[in-house]
């Protein structure tokens, strides 16, 4: 079943009807809070599953909780997530990584309820691709590492011209949908200096302590994400999964993750690297820095 035709069988289904459809489909599923986007379960979307009798043990136990996905290889689908609030809309910046190339042909697009979209595009099996935060363009990538929120699941928007609205399906499948280049959307969207990996002894250590420093003040909504990348880019710098989980453990857990997450997610940012091409090391994603009716959703930029 194509992500279209998946998001039209659900548009008229109940949450745990939705959830149980999903997981029949070979897609995982974990619930997150209702009208919200906070995992319920321990481990978030690492413990997503497409078993039927722990997907309807789930939603009997919180039956309006919304539906997350992981992104990346255990769903075959990453996502662009175009962001549109009072703080800004990455609309724009969209539109221009789309006139340059770096954003092809898509396999479904959604609309949030804040007035953003999802881009879904299906993934390469043999390149993983990390997700990743473009605060400043106010566009998100979703990939390994990374979950989103599906359809028809209901998010609050307090004080929002749709205060309670759903994500709703208003973009078909484009001929030719492929992978994207994520790691060029970034750069084209957000572009930094590359972070130089420096090769004394005494600067990776100061490197090593800058990114525990940076994954002890993570807040919540980011930390999971945040702990994957300073971990790539420990796994980038030669370090092993030992001393990146004596470095890093105590800041995630400082930061409120469970010691067991933080091990599931250092193993795998490891094994994203040891499967993707060599790169240059890149810069901290940023941190997430409404109006009611995108279906007319920045027209332009669908067309």
Not at 28 to 45: A, S, Y
Not at 83 to 88: E, F, L, M, N, P
Not at 186 to 210: C, G, M, N, Y
Request: glycine letters at 10%.
């Amino acid at each position: 079943m194509d992500t279209v035709e998946l998001f039209a069988s659900v548009s008229d289904l109940s949450l745990p009807e939705a959830a149980a459809w999903f997981a029949a489909v070979g897609v995982p599923v974990f619930p997150c809070v209702p009208d919200g986007k906070r995992p319920l379960v321990e481990h978030g979307f690492h413990d997503a599953a497409t078993d039927a009798g722990q997907v309807a043990a789930w939603w009997r136990r919180w039956p309006t909780a919304n539906i997350g996905v992981p992104t990346g290889a255990a769903s075959g689908v990453e996502v662009v997530d175009v962001d549109r609030k009072a703080a800004g809309s990455g609309f724009a910046a969209f539109g221009r990584a789309r006139q340059a190339g770096l954003v092809g042909a898509w396999l479904a697009v959604v609309r949030t309820p804040s007035g953003g979209m999802h881009a879904y595009f299906p993934t390469d099996p043999d390149r993983p691709q990390a997700s990743w935060q473009a605060a400043r363009a106010h566009v998100d990538f979703r990939g390994a590492g990374g979950y989103i929120i599906a359809p028809p699941s209901v998010v609050n928007m307090p004080g929002g011209p749709r205060p309670r609205a759903r994500y709703e399906l208003i973009g078909g499948a484009q001929p030719g949908a492929a992978p994207l280049d994520a790691m060029a959307l970034r750069d084209f969207l957000d572009p930094r200096p590359p972070l130089v990996v420096r090769r004394s002894i005494t600067t990776r250590v100061e490197d090593a302590e800058r990114l525990a420093a940076w994954v002890s003040a993570l807040g919540e909504g980011e930390r999971n994400r945040g702990l994957f990348w300073a971990a790539c880019r420990m796994a980038e710098a030669g370090a092993s999964p030992a001393a990146t989980l004596d470095t890093l453990s105590p800041a995630a857990e400082r930061a409120g993750l469970p010691p067991r997450e933080v091990a599931v997610t250092i193993r795998s940012a490891y094994r994203t690297i040891r499967t993707a091409p060599t790169r240059t090391a890149s810069h901290a994603p940023g941190h997430d820095e409404a109006p009611h009716r995108a279906a007319r959703v920045d027209s332009q930029v669908l067309s």
